[in-house]
Each structure stands twice: as structure tokens, then as C-alpha cells.
């Protein structure tokens, strides 16, 4: 009689290295990064960006007191209905316990949400979501993600303050001091370039020149070449290929979804540019879709292409033909203009 033997932990890891092996000479070890990603990634994450994060010990030590105070209290309930009840003890490590578990709850919400969201994004995006390495993404579909990582950073600028930054900000004396792309950094992943700006002098001051030098690729147009970037640069400042629309991103206020009555699937948010490049810190980097596209050089279009990208404030990338109709991008230019623009042709 022979009895059945189980699998021993060294042949267990030899039956893994062996698939891995096998996975890496089929050319899918994409799938083991992917799978590695997904097990290690919040791990790695926080150790990989530390140089990028700033502690606020005030807003830290205001949460520690006020997250004591609420087990503290909850724990003190849960002693009584218990007590009543059983008559029996309520142990401290079950509230802690049960205040984990809230926790996870919470963050395992939060994540479906923002799952939810780049699937939602991803799905409406205008680019393949693979690519295989070899073909280079067409400069139109580049400039078009530009503006979509543009527009998720107004929403998520939004979101966290509850209105749209202003098109520029202004001291009291009326000075111009910072841009909507600069206060849009932090959520651009720049949060160590957005930290060293110091926003208490204008975004021109020799104190904030080096900063305001910086070339940021998702404010460059891929258009264009990098000598033409260059000619266009002579003071040495970071350009920006993409405009705000003034309508919305007024100088000096912020508005709410509340001001944008028109809808933000109705409203443009920014465009890219042909001409008159200005500094991504220059509050006065703002421009009027209402004049048209391509008209003259303060306007939005680019020189060179057919169409003309831009967003919507949904986050939504169009492409616009210089004649398209100027009434409709007067209906999309106003935020609460009440225009009808089911005829737009999208």
C-alpha cells in the first residue's frame, strides 16, 4: 500500500522559478511586473516618492487628537450597549479592532472610486490603451493627452479646493503673482517643483527664476521641434503650448460648478497654441475661444495642423476645424450662457 505524498516547499519554489523562467523567455514578463506591481506597488509607491512628500505635523497632530477622541468615545459606548446586554466585559482590542476594519473599509471605497475613475477615463480616451513600442504615438494624440492630464488636474484641483483655479492671482495691489498651471503642479505630479516656487513673490521675480525656467513636458506641445521651442524661449522661461480659457479661468476669481451653469461637457476649459507662446507661470497666459481659431496669434489654434484641440471641462479632448461654426465656440467659450449646442457635431 502506498501513501500519497505532499508537495515540499523547495519543490513548490522550484515549480515557481521554473514559470517564471518559462514567462521570461515568451516575452510576457510584463505579466509578472504587472502582477508584482499590483501585490508590491502600494509599498513601493511611498518609498519611491518620499523626496516628494511634505508633512503638515499641525494637520497630523490635529488628526492623531481628534482620531484618540473618537475611539476613545466609541469604545466607551461599545463598553455600555455591551455590558447591558451580556453582562459581560467589552475588551479595548475589539474596538481597535473594529476600527480597523472601518479603516479598510474606507480606503478599499476610496480606491474603488479612483479605480472606477481611470477605467471611465481610459475608456473614453481618444489613444489606444496598448501600444506596442515600436510606433511612436502621432504628435495629435500626444498634444491630445497633454490637454487630458492637463484636465484631470483642474478636476482634481476642484475636487480638493471646491472652484477651479483662477486664470492668474493678484496681490492687493493688483500685481500679478501666479498662473492656473502653476497652481495646477501639484496635481501634475510636480509637488517638489511647486514647493520651491515661492508664491509670496510674483512668478517673475529673480527669487523664482530658476523654477520658473523648468521645461514641464505635459505644457509642451510635441509639435513642435525642440529647436522651434528654443527660438521661441529667448527669455529663458518655461513655455507653455496651451492656453487657458479666460471665460472660465478668469484673472483674480475662482469659479464653482455652480458659476459653469452651462455644464462643464459645455464649456472649454484650455487649448493648445501656435503662436505667442507665454511662461507656464504667467497668470496673463489666458486666451478667448469666442475670437476664433487660428485667427491671429493671440488666439487658440495651431499654425500647422487642420484641427485644433481642445478641452472640455469634463475632461473630454475635442478636435476642432478653424471653421467651425463661431457661434458654437461662443456657446462653448461662456460658462453660463444657456447656448444650445446639441448641434455641435460630436
Not at 1 to 25: H, K, P, Y
Request: aromatic share 10%.
Amino acid at each position: 500500500m502506498t501513501t500519497r505524498r505532499g508537495i515540499t516547499l523547495i519543490e513548490l519554489l522550484i515549480v515557481i522559478a521554473f514559470l517564471g523562467l518559462l514567462i521570461a523567455m515568451s516575452g510576457a514578463f510584463h505579466l509578472f511586473e504587472v502582477a508584482a506591481r499590483l501585490a508590491m506597488g502600494w509599498f513601493l509607491y511611498p518609498i519611491n516618492n518620499a523626496g516628494n512628500f511634505t508633512i503638515e505635523w499641525t494637520s497630523v497632530g490635529i488628526a492623531t487628537i481628534a482620531a484618540g477622541l473618537f475611539v476613545w468615545r466609541l469604545h466607551a459606548l461599545l463598553a455600555q450597549w455591551w455590558g447591558r446586554r451580556t453582562q459581560t466585559r467589552w475588551h479595548f482590542r475589539k474596538t481597535l479592532g473594529l476600527v480597523a476594519g472601518l479603516l479598510c473599509l474606507s480606503a478599499a471605497g476610496i480606491a474603488l472610486i479612483s479605480i472606477a475613475h481611470q477605467v471611465i477615463w481610459l475608456s473614453t480616451s481618444d489613444e489606444p490603451m496598448v501600444e506596442s513600442t515600436g510606433r511612436k504615438t502621432s504628435p495629435r494624440h500626444s498634444s491630445a493627452n497633454n490637454l487630458k492630464w492637463i484636465g484631470l488636474a483642474l478636476h482634481d484641483y476642484r475636487e480638493k479646493s471646491g472652484a477651479l483655479p483662477a486664470g492668474g492671482t493678484y496681490d492687493e495691489t493688483g500685481q500679478a503673482m501666479h498662473s492656473w498651471q502653476t497652481l495646477t503642479l501639484p496635481d501634475l505630479d510636480q509637488p517638489a517643483l511647486y514647493n520651491n516656487i515661492d508664491r509670496a513673490k510674483p512668478w517673475n521675480d529673480p527669487g523664482n527664476r530658476k523654477v520658473m525656467s523648468t521645461t514641464i513636458e505635459t505644457f509642451v506641445n510635441p509639435r513642435f521641434p525642440l529647436e522651434t521651442y528654443a527660438e521661441h524661449n529667448a527669455e529663458g522661461y518655461g513655455l507653455s503650448h496651451y492656453a487657458g480659457n479666460v471665460r472660465v479661468l478668469p484673472p483674480g476669481r475662482s469659479l464653482t460648478s455652480d458659476d459653469i451653469t452651462d455644464g462643464l461637457a459645455n464649456t472649454i476649459l484650455a487649448g493648445e497654441v501656435g503662436a505667442g507662446f507665454k511662461p507656464w507661470g504667467d497668470p496673463a497666459n489666458l486666451r478667448d475661444p469666442a475670437l476664433g481659431l487660428k485667427v491671429s496669434p493671440n488666439t487658440f489654434g495651431f499654425s500647422d495642423t487642420v484641427t485644433t484641440t481642445l478641452l472640455l471641462g469634463d475632461g473630454a479632448v475635442r478636435f476642432f476645424n478653424p471653421d467651425t461654426d463661431p457661434a458654437i465656440l461662443r456657446a462653448l467659450a461662456t460658462p453660463k450662457g444657456g447656448e444650445d449646442v446639441s448641434h455641435a457635431g460630436w
